[in-house]
Nanobody
Framework: QVQLVESGGGLVQAGGSLRLSCAVS????????MNWYRQAPGKQRELVAG???????NYDDSVKGRFAISRDNAKNTVYLQMNSLKPEDTAVYYC??????????????WGQGTQVTVSS
């Protein structure tokens, strides 16, 4: 089995920073793309940032210049550094990874989500 466990969410004032972590555990052979999504109340889940196995990154326009995604392959962990936070960043943030297990086809896994609340 594979588990994704997120941490680092919380309540912060506008202009503040948070760092999210997502640790992937289980019988893993390799992890390809690692992504962060978010879902605000009443809205669809949206892609915030992604990072490939080679380290290439992509960001939604709304977070460019403020958020930074990174990964530690030795720890099977992906991070999201969020700076200059705005109230509109308030959402549940989810980790989403493409994981290859030995003897199985590649599968996509979601974390349980971590709440980020930005007060004005």
């Amino acid at each position: 089995q594979v588990q994704l466990v997120e941490s680092g969410g919380g309540l912060v004032q506008a202009g503040g920073s948070l760092r999210l972590s997502c640790a992937v555990s289980g019988s893993i052979f390799s992890i390809n793309a690692m992504n962060w999504y978010r879902q605000a109340p009443g809205k669809q889940r949206e892609l915030v940032a992604g990072i490939s196995s080679g380290g290439s990154t992509n960001y939604d326009d709304s977070v460019k210049g403020r958020f930074a995604i990174s990964r530690d392959n030795a720890k099977n962990t992906v991070y999201l550094q969020m700076n200059s936070l705005k109230p509109e960043d308030t959402a549940v943030y989810y980790c989403y990874c493409n994981v290859l297990r030995m003897g199985y086809p590649i599968r996509h896994y979601w974390g349980q989500g971590t709440q980020v609340t930005v007060s004005s």
